[in-house]
C-alpha cells in the first residue's frame, strides 16, 4: 500500500521559509516522476513543482527563483525548499507522483503566509 504523508508546514511571514517533506512509503521515490501540488482556498489543484528518476526539476512560473524541490533516496522521501515566501503561497501542500494518481494523495500539510 502507498502512503504519501506531507510535513513541515506552518504559519509564517512574508519572506521567510519552510522546508516541506513527503516521506514515501510501497513506493521507490528515486525511480518514479514526483511532485509537489498545492490548493488554496477556492482553487483548483495546482503543479508546483516536479522531478523526474532522472533528477530533472521543473517549476511553476508563479514559484520559480524560491522553491526548490529535492529527493532523497536513502531515505525515500521528497523536500520542497520554499523561500521568500509571500501571502499568495498559502495553501495546502500535497505530494504525489507525475502525473498524480488519485489514490496516493494524502492530507497535506498547510503553509499560511502571512503578511
Known amino acids: 500500500q502507498v502512503r504519501l504523508v506531507e510535513s513541515g508546514g506552518g504559519l509564517v511571514q512574508a519572506g521567510g521559509s519552510l522546508r516541506l517533506s513527503c516521506a514515501a512509503s510501497g513506493i521507490r521515490a528515486s525511480i518514479n516522476n514526483m511532485a509537489w501540488y498545492r490548493q488554496a482556498p477556492g482553487k483548483q489543484r495546482e503543479l508546483v513543482a516536479s522531478?523526474?528518476?532522472?533528477?530533472?526539476?521543473n517549476y511553476a512560473d508563479s514559484v520559480w527563483g524560491r522553491f526548490t524541490i529535492s529527493l532523497d533516496s536513502a531515505r525515500n522521501t521528497v523536500y520542497l525548499q520554499m523561500n521568500s515566501l509571500k501571502p499568495e503561497d498559502t495553501a495546502v501542500y500535497y505530494c504525489n507522483t507525475m502525473p498524480p494518481y488519485p489514490r496516493f494523495w494524502g492530507q497535506g500539510t498547510q503553509v499560511t503566509v502571512s503578511s
Open positions: 522531478i523526474t528518476s532522472g533528477g530533472s526539476s
